[in-house]
């Protein structure tokens, strides 16, 4: 099981990026799938949520600006992201709760590849 990330890259101040990030492999149960950033020095931080059912949560900073969603039949989770701040510059990673065949449905955290987004004032 991997996790697939893109969409990063280099926007302005008020642009709008979308990532991506698909779970590859085959006959997976996916609980709640999360994005986190990490910006220079400081710690990873929880970004948003989603379960399996839909249900969301975004931290405060984001609310209103950034929204996650997810594609259950392809595994993969967005993070829509309008009004880009440069202190939403951060490399940010997906994150996935997953019961899959390989591991007899124990369920385990997968982590993505970072990806770099910068913003530009």
């Known amino acids: 099981v991997q996790l697939q990330a893109s969409g990063g890259g280099l926007v302005q101040a008020g642009e709008s990026l979308r990532l991506s990030c698909a779970a590859t492999g085959s006959r997976l149960r996916i609980n709640t799938m999360s994005w986190y950033r990490q910006a220079p020095g400081n710690e990873r931080e929880l970004v948003a949520s989603?379960?399996?059912?839909?249900?969301?949560n975004h931290l405060d900073s984001v609310k209103g600006r950034f929204t996650v969603s997810r594609d259950n039949a392809k595994n993969t989770v967005y993070l829509q992201m309008h009004s880009l701040r440069p202190e939403d510059t951060a490399v940010y990673y997906c994150?996935?709760?997953?019961?899959?065949?390989?591991?007899?449905?124990?369920?385990?955290?997968?982590w993505g590849r970072g990806t770099l987004v910068t913003v530009s004032s």
């Open positions: 989603i379960t399996s059912g839909g249900d969301a």
């Open positions: 994150h996935a709760n997953i019961r899959d065949p390989y591991h007899d449905y124990v369920p385990l955290d997968y």
